[in-house]
């Protein structure tokens, strides 16, 4: 007999896997118990309402983007950390183009309806742009916060048209393509061509 954490557990995976899929506002709490395999009145024992069970799922996106990250940076090289990152998103290249960003499409399904939510969600992207930033200011980069940004805003961009496209083979040339940036870049010929401009 599965543990009553089991359930929970079952339940905000269930809708992780839904939300990603099909959006907050289309998955209701009966899909979820339905995936979860949890009968629908068993699901007010853990969670009050769908908003309840969306905080625990950004909670989870968090510490999972919190992990990938920690996981990137294990060689403690900024460079090789923002590539490693570029190769576990390519390795998720087939999810990716079925159902987009866990991390940006959370964000566009939420809007100033859901204030706290938002924020919440909101927060997970700004996580990312801030350690992209940091991985930048370690390779002794001018204007981190700027290279930071664009490099998330590449990154979302080829999840977006692949998922838009349904293409995975041009998602992975793309991400590559990223990958080329990142491994081009260096601190000196960016400071030349600001002093050329």
Not at 104 to 123: H, I, K, P, T, V
Not at 136 to 144: N, T
Not at 151 to 160: P, Q, T
Not at 164 to 190: H, M, T, Y
Request: charged share 30%; hydrophobic share 40%.
């Amino acid at each position: 007999m599965p543990r009553i954490s089991d359930k929970r557990e079952r339940l905000i995976s269930a809708a992780d896997t839904l939300i990603h899929k099909q959006g907050f506002c289309r998955t209701t709490l009966a899909h979820i118990a339905e995936e979860a395999r949890v009968p629908l009145g068993n699901v007010y024992y853990y969670f009050k309402t769908k908003e309840d069970i969306c905080k625990a799922v950004i909670s989870e996106r968090k510490q999972t983007l919190s992990n990938m990250l920690k996981n990137c940076c294990r060689r403690r090289e900024p460079k090789e950390a923002l590539m490693n990152l570029i190769k576990v998103m390519s390795s998720h290249s087939k999810e990716l183009v079925d159902a987009g960003c866990p991390l940006s499409g959370l964000c566009q399904d939420l809007d100033e309806e859901f204030g706290e939510l938002m924020d919440s969600a909101d927060s997970c992207m700004k996580y990312l742009v801030d350690w992209s930033t940091e991985q930048f200011r370690l390779m002794g980069m001018e204007q981190p916060e700027k290279l930071g940004f664009e490099f998330v805003a590449r990154i979302e961009g080829v999840i977006l048209l692949g998922n838009i496209l349904r293409n995975s083979r041009q998602l992975k040339e793309q991400f590559n393509a990223v990958a080329d940036w990142v491994e081009n870049i260096d601190p000196v010929s960016r400071s030349k061509e600001r002093a050329a401009a």
